[in-house]
């Protein structure tokens, strides 16, 4: 079956102007996670949704960070006013949401460079 | 918050050789753990899972992983390797009331034919 999908899958920016990042999760998931993977940070964690509502934002970086999701489907996360420190791979997991046991099925990641 | 270390950056072994990579968490409490594997230009990939049961839990394509708790690890183990383990290996927990996984900064491994 259909896998997570992301777009784009490279996005490439200048400093100061704003980015939208696509997660489209498994039909049925109902958690949905951001997550950056960034040289000498590692991964991290930025934002979990459970249906349309996030019960947990503390991964977000800074107040340029924000996250939606819609008809508990599809996620967008924006990125506004970048900076060159935002340059990083944006991932994007869905789990079938009902336990943290759940395994997370992550997507190919959008790698996103700041100019 | 919980953390979690691997201690090897980076290993390269022959083919047939057998395979152990080093997790380590911080947290008091009881916790879920998990090791992810990245292959070369796919996305990552459950390999196995514990929370709780027997402490030896095996996974996909003949790896396995032991929880000891009084040592706060999770190791990876696969007795014999193929060059198609060429990846990059994560270990990640959670608590148990909660959803966000902490990962390790990951192992390469390079398994040379």
């Known amino acids: 079956g259909a896998g997570v999908s992301q777009s784009p899958s490279n996005k490439v920016t200048e400093k100061g102007k704003d980015v939208e990042l696509r997660c489209d999760p498994i039909?049925?998931?109902?958690?949905l996670y951001w997550y950056r993977q960034s040289l000498g940070q590692g991964l991290e964690f930025l934002i979990y949704?459970?249906?349309?509502?996030?019960?947990?934002k503390s991964g977000l970086p800074s107040d340029r960070f924000s996250a939606e999701r819609t008809g508990g489907s599809v996620s967008t996360l924006t990125i506004q006013r970048t900076q060159q420190e935002d340059s990083a791979v944006y991932l994007c997991?869905?789990?079938?949401?009902?336990?943290?046991?759940?395994?997370?099925?992550f997507g190919p990641g959008t790698r996103l460079t700041v100019l | 918050a919980q953390s979690v270390s691997q201690h090897n950056h980076h290993v390269i072994l022959s083919e047939a050789a057998s395979l152990e990579l080093g997790c380590n968490y911080s947290?008091?409490?009881?916790?879920?753990l998990f090791w992810y594997v990245q292959y070369p230009g796919q996305h990552l990939q459950l390999l196995l899972k514990?929370?709780?049961?027997?402490?030896l839990v095996k996974g996909i394509k003949g790896f396995e992983a032991e929880f000891i708790k009084s040592k706060f690890s999770f190791n990876l183990r696969k007795p014999s390797v193929q060059w198609s383990d060429t990846a990059e290996y994560f270990c990640?927990?959670?608590?148990?009331?909660?959803?966000?996984?902490?990962f390790g900064a990951g192992t390469t491994v390079t398994v040379r034919a």
């Open positions: 039909s049925g998931h109902t958690a």
């Open positions: 990640a927990v959670n608590a148990p009331n909660d959803y966000k996984l902490s």
């Open positions: 997991a869905s789990s079938l949401g009902g336990a943290v046991t759940d395994t997370q099925y």
């Open positions: 947290y008091g409490g009881t916790v879920n």
């Open positions: 949704f459970q249906g349309n509502s996030a019960p947990d």
């Open positions: 514990y929370f709780s049961g027997d402490p």
